[in-house]
């Protein structure tokens, strides 16, 4: 079975700062990997997902994840955050070969200050 | 196209009662997922159904059920409530199986338990 750990529960900074969210996964064979943001009120959205190809992927909004197979890990980036961007960030994980049904982590508040 | 749709979204409810909730996936999705979105735990996965059937199933107990319409539409039910079913129950659909479908969310019903 694989597992997602988000070793931070909540990250606050201030606004135009740059931001890392940390993720890794533990998994016996390979996996596909996932972001998804949920903003206050409201149900998961995809931001980004790694399934193959360059380890490095972007969203729309600015946001970067790098796959790291030594380190298993998919830690999120932004070099610059907006008050927007205030929200709970959720790494998950599908392991090839399953059901595709999604291991989450238990997700990361990201807090914007002005 | 409208997405998912999940009704109520606030319910309260008395230990000991029954509850259901009610999942309109996005047209021509048929696969359904049901989250389980609590503080301490993140989301847990509860169980998944694809054209009237449940195909997988998370580590819940058998108070916690859920069925598929043949229009993909779907409900949980959740008998004999505890404190700590309270939670965000979520709803998700998707088109395709294979980890390049995403999961779409509907915003989630509030269950309060008391």
């Known amino acids: 079975a694989q597992s997602v750990t988000q070793l931070d529960s909540q990250v606050p900074v201030f606004e135009e700062a740059p931001v890392e969210l940390r993720c890794n996964y533990s998994?016996?064979?390979?996996?596909?990997l996932f972001w998804y943001v949920q903003y206050p009120n409201q149900g998961l959205q995809l931001l980004l997902k790694?399934?193959?190809?360059?380890?490095l992927v972007e969203s729309i909004n600015g946001f970067e994840a790098e796959f790291n197979k030594s380190q298993t890990s998919f830690h999120l980036r932004k070099p610059s955050v907006h008050i927007s961007d205030t929200a709970e960030y959720f790494c998950?994980?599908?392991?090839?070969?399953?059901?595709?049904?999604?291991?989450f982590g238990r997700g990361t508040s990201l807090i914007v200050h002005p | 196209k409208a997405g998912v749709t999940q009704t109520p979204r606030y319910l309260i409810k008395t230990r000991g009662q029954q509850v259901t909730l009610s999942c309109s996936p996005i047209?021509?999705?048929?696969?359904v997922s049901w989250y389980q979105q609590t503080p301490g735990q993140g989301l847990q996965f509860l169980f998944e159904?694809?054209?009237?059937?449940?195909?997988n199933k998370g580590n819940f107990p058998g108070r916690f059920s859920g069925r598929q319409f043949s229009n993909s539409r779907s409900e949980m039910n959740v008998s004999t409530l505890e404190l700590g079913d309270s939670a965000l129950y979520l709803c998700?659909?998707?088109?395709?199986?294979?980890?390049?479908?995403?999961?779409?969310f509907g915003n989630g019903t509030r269950l309060t338990v008391t």
């Open positions: 998700a659909s998707t088109d395709l199986d294979g980890p390049n479908s995403p999961l779409h």
């Open positions: 998994s016996s064979v390979s996996v596909y």
């Open positions: 790694y399934l193959s190809g360059s380890t």
């Open positions: 998950a994980v599908i392991r090839t070969g399953g059901s595709y049904i999604p291991t």
């Open positions: 047209s021509g999705h048929r696969s």
């Open positions: 159904y694809f054209s009237e059937t449940q195909r």
